[in-house]
């Protein structure tokens, strides 16, 4: 599986993005989908996941109710719609794939290249 993670940019405190992360290959339904994320000088810190069926999420606390991830199984599309954006949002956000639910980053085998979302003050 590739990913490619877009829609990344610059953007207000109490602003709005989303970004999506295409897969190629076969078989996209069948794996975990999970969003990532690493600031400056951090370690990658987990995000958010959405399982196979669609209908469960996972979320950080630092995100909950601000973010939300869904997938599109026909189009090998996962999103984070993130709203109420704050500066310790920024980050490069990277999105991945496993076979199970994870929360941490050695759980996932496949990884897009990472998109910068910058939140200024």
């Known amino acids: 599986v590739q990913l490619q993670a877009s829609g990344g940019g610059l953007v207000q405190a109490g602003g709005s993005l989303r970004l999506s992360c295409a897969a190629s290959?076969?078989?996209?339904?069948?794996?975990?989908m999970g969003w990532f994320r690493q600031a400056p000088g951090k370690e990658r810190e987990f995000v958010s996941a959405i399982l196979w069926d669609a209908v469960r999420t996972y979320y950080a606390d630092s995100v909950k109710g601000r973010f939300t991830i869904s997938r599109e199984d026909a189009k090998n599309t996962v999103y984070l719609q993130m709203n109420s954006l704050k500066p310790e949002d920024t980050a490069v956000y990277y999105c991945?794939?496993?076979?199970?639910?994870?929360?941490?980053?050695?759980?996932?085998?496949?990884w897009g290249q990472g998109t910068l979302v910058t939140v200024s003050s």
């Open positions: 290959g076969r078989s996209f339904s069948r794996y975990v």
């Open positions: 991945a794939a496993s076979t199970r639910y994870d929360r941490a980053p050695r759980g996932y085998d496949y």
